[in-house]
Structure formats: C-alpha cells, structure tokens
Nanobody, 123 residues
Framework: QVQLVESGGGLVQAGGSLRLSCAAS????????MGWFRQAPGKEREFVAA???????YYADSMKGRFTISRDNAKNTVYLQMNSLKPEDTAVYYC?????????????????WGQGTQVTVSS
C-alpha cells in the first residue's frame, strides 16, 4: 500500500510558478507509475502529467512546455513544476500511483491518491 501526501499549492498570479511535491510512503515507490491530475469546480478530473516506472513522461497537450514532472525514487517523491500559470490552471491537484499497467491518462487505473492541494491562479 502507498500513501501519498501533496504539498506546494497556493495562490499565485498569472504568469507565475509553483512547484508541487508528492511524498509517498512505502519501499516500492519505484514500482509505480506516478501521475498528476487536477479537478476544477464543476469539472471532471483531468490528466496533467505522468512519469512511469520506466521513465516515460507524458503531458496533457495544454500543459506541454509549461509543466515538468520529475521523480526522485531515493526520496520517494514526485514533483510537478508549473510555470507560466494561467487562471484556467486553477484546480485541486492530485498525485496518484498506479501499479497496474494501462493508459497513463486514465484516472481509473490509478490505485492510490493523495488528498489534493489547491492551486489558485489570479488574473
């Protein structure tokens, strides 16, 4: 079992940056595909980025060039660096861990979720 705790959210002006962290418990962190998702009020949960256990990296189209996902297996942590933030990036951001194989962007394949961290981008 994996427990995930996100941090680093907050309020930032448009054009600014934030770095989210997701700390995972457990000794098998490197065995999981890690993903970031977000959910804005009244909207469905949306894929943001993923970094697989094999090192493959994927981004949603609207995040390419602005967001960077990284992971440090020694620290059991995955990061999401977010630059050039826009008001439409405002959402609760969740990290998730998947042991099963499948689509990196399908939130239903992720087995473990953090509690989420709020990101608010003002215009």
């Amino acid at each position: 079992q994996v427990q995930l705790v996100e941090s680093g959210g907050g309020l930032v002006q448009a054009g600014g940056s934030l770095r989210l962290s997701c700390a995972a418990s457990g000794r098998t962190f490197s065995s999981y595909d890690m993903g970031w998702f977000r959910q804005a009020p009244g909207k469905e949960r949306e894929f943001v980025a993923a970094r697989t256990r094999r090192g493959w990296i994927y981004y949603a189209d609207s995040m390419k060039g602005r967001f960077t996902i990284s992971r440090d297996n020694a620290k059991n942590t995955v990061y999401l660096q977010m630059n050039s933030l826009k008001p439409e990036d405002t959402a609760v951001y969740y990290c998730a861990a998947a042991l099963r194989t499948g689509s990196y962007s399908d939130y239903e394949r992720y087995d473990y979720w953090g509690q989420g961290t709020q990101v608010t981008v003002s215009s």
